[in-house]
DNA sequence: GCCAATATTGCGAGTCGCTGTCATTATACA
DNA sequence: TGTATAATGACAGCGACTCGCAATATTGGC
């Protein structure tokens, strides 16, 4: 599953290469085990057992329990997409191009990985709350990405206001999209971003 | 500060007398403790130390260390005051009159007591969080009472409309009062239901 | 006022998430 | 090949929280 991270790119060294691989098997194992027994019957210990490493190594890679659901491996694949979009796309119609390569280019079990994750944040109090916290500080970090391709700053007022209009079509397909799959999800979240893209026309004549 | 909760009523046995005051020592010390040192700096059994019960005595009162900055002690009378309105009163109006009486008879400790917890929550991000979840719980709680006053189910469209709409009052006054007092909280929170019992007529008209 | 049923408490051992330290091992680079 | 550097595992320890149990306090009936 890992081989995804490293397509297309000067290929980084052998300890690189060990890390991701160490990381990815982390959150598989960890995945895996809150699907078996729960998530809080699951201990760290557990998954560490289960992905060949310390207990101590686990918190070297997530810092905390919650983490290890948290983190999104195709973030980084995503920034990277998006920042190489061609200027003349508007910062949603960026978004959407970027969406389509990264999902499309991603096999089925790192989409099913992404299902897994998306339902076990609804499900588990603990991590919905997190994920607020992840919400927010994916808008400072798109905030960041905008702002360079407007050549304006991440604190202007339209860079905020785009920013949190984007993550707040995303947090609402996730609300409503509980338990259907990727490809649903992100069809819906394409159709969103392409009315906010548009305006909302489709609201404005009834 | 106890004797609050205790006027006006068939006086419980000595039991439930202990129980309220073991409580409040444990709510006092706690905050006291966290105003000197910080919450996450203070640890519970300081807390059970000071208020001389032992560690286990506090998880029974509290199940967890957030909590015992999270219980408010005034949630009961104001209950109680709420469903001994006039049934005259609208839902908005009843609880104006609620809040006047019961922070009105308040002694000034006990107020203090609310700035000190409110300001806290806002200042610890975990404590913030599960704020989170008691508003939800107090749309729960409240819809109940409305309902019953109005003779309608809890789940009712109206009642629910209602009940939102007077906690996501309280929200925003909560979170636009930061280290104000108690009585410019309250002042405002009664403006804001004010407004909303009127239907925002300054909106209306420009 | 006494006694039995019941509720509350303190104690101790234990689990789990998480932190910090240190010696050992593996990778990178020159 | 040797050396700086980074990652790892083992260990000790802290704090929140749970559980079971014996001791103690309150209650209600007599």
């Not at 699951?42 to 983190?71: G, H, M, N, Q």
């Amino acid at each position: 599953m890992d081989q995804l991270l490293e397509t297309d790119r000067p290929r980084p060294g052998l300890r690189e290469r060990k890390k991701a691989r160490t990381r990815a098997a982390l959150q598989e194992h960890a995945l895996r085990l809150f699907r078996e027994r729960g998530y809080e019957a699951t201990t760290v210990d557990e998954i560490a057992d289960a992905a060949e490493v310390s207990p101590s190594t686990f918190f070297r890679y997530f810092p905390t329990k919650e983490d290890v659901v948290l983190y999104d491996a195709l973030d980084p694949l995503l920034l990277e997409a998006f920042e190489a979009q061609p200027a003349g796309l508007s910062p949603v119609g960026a978004l959407r191009a970027t969406m389509r390569e990264v999902f499309g280019g991603a096999p089925a079990d790192v989409l099913a990985q992404q299902d897994e994750r998306a339902a076990l944040i609804f499900a588990v109090p603990e991590l919905r709350m997190r994920m607020l916290d992840e919400f927010a500080r994916s808008m400072l970090l798109f905030a960041d990405v905008v702002a360079k391709r407007a050549g304006r700053r991440p604190d202007d007022l339209a860079v905020r206001a785009l920013v949190g209009a984007v993550v707040g079509v995303g947090i609402a397909t996730w609300v409503n999209a509980r338990g259907s799959q990727a490809s649903d999800y992100l069809r819906r979240m394409d159709e969103g971003l392409a009315e906010l893209e548009a305006g909302f026309p489709t609201l404005s004549r009834p």
